[in-house]
């Protein structure tokens, strides 16, 4: 079953097309990474995806719904996490999940998910005392609280220390588990390979490639995800 369908998603601000004409399907219970370099259209796709900023053109259906105009609904129905997502300073951690969950018809138990998710010992703590790494499972759980069936994750592990990032992948991988649908924004082409079913490499607001890790590594002609990226974009830097 599908969970996205977009045709010819386009958004245009003053300075040009930053999505040109993007097609992709996502498919329930995968986990489909969007890659590409800075400013390629990645987060863009992720907002007009979302709800969260009205597409120029092109048709789009998410969970069978139009984000434009079933955004109410459709936002009871999915977790986001920006990569410019920030809370108050001075906030706690279980007053965070509490007030995020106020904001769904049918919320998870924001207790218990503190705890799957190893937030107990600091549900006390302010947003601004926690690490890169708690900050970023506190996110995790706010885009979990009000039971989705379809999460985006917008450059999750950017600026996380070795360790971190490997345990928040952990954490991507049992979302999947349990049955969710995962759109991951990546830049981290070892972090695409480790954890994507399919990839969507952007550039310059359009798909230049899609694929399984191993098919992007085959139209690359090389040995590894990153070379194939590479070579794909014709860039050198990520």
Known sequence: MTAIEMDGLRKSYKGGNAVDGVSLKVERGEIFGIAGPNGAGKTTIVE??????????????????????????????????????ALPDAIKVDEA???????????????????????????????????????????????????????????????LDPSARRTTWGLIREMRERGITVVLVTHFMDEAEALCDRIAIIDRGRVIAEGSPRELITQGRSDSLEDAYFALTGRGTA
């Open 48 to 85: 007009c995806a979302s709800g969260l900023r009205r597409r120029d053109g092109g048709t789009l259906r998410v969970l069978g719904l139009d984000p434009q105009s079933d955004r109410r609904e459709l936002l009871q129905r999915i977790g986001v996490q920006l990569q410019e997502a």
């Open 97 to 159: 999940l509490r007030m995020y969950a106020s904001l769904y018809t049918k919320p998870a138990d924001w207790r218990e998910l503190m705890g799957e998710w190893g937030l107990t010992d600091k549900r006390r703590a302010s947003f601004a005392s926690l690490s890169g790494g708690w900050k970023q499972r506190l996110f995790i759980a706010l885009a979990l609280v009000g039971n989705p069936e379809l999460v985006f994750l917008d450059e999750l592990t950017t600026g």
